[in-house]
């Protein structure tokens, strides 16, 4: 294994977690339901088969695609997944 890739990975992804929306999500589950380990099971599992698709995804984009490409397609896509977010949240409370 590849221990500094490992650190390196470990190290953007958890600090990109922090108050990302799937945390904040966890926290509102937890706080309006009060089962704190159905929630971290539940959260945790989704997260694993996140991170598996997006690493096969990148495994196959990064084949035919350049890789700066696929950064650039992510980033949009992040930005239309948070407006979408935003927009039902606010379409919801009004």
Known sequence: MDWKLFA????????????????L???AFTADSRRPWTIFA???LALVLATAVGVAAGTLLGRWINPA???RGSAV?????GTWLLVAEFRKTS
Do not use: N, P
Not at 8 to 23: C, I, M, P, Y
């Open 77 to 81: 896509l992040f930005i239309l997944i």
């Open 42 to 44: 539940a959260a945790s």
């Open 8 to 23: 390196l990975t470990f190290g953007a992804v958890f600090v990109a977690e922090l108050g990302d929306k799937r945390q």
């Open 25 to 27: 999500a966890a926290l």
């Open 69 to 71: 490409w696929v950064r």
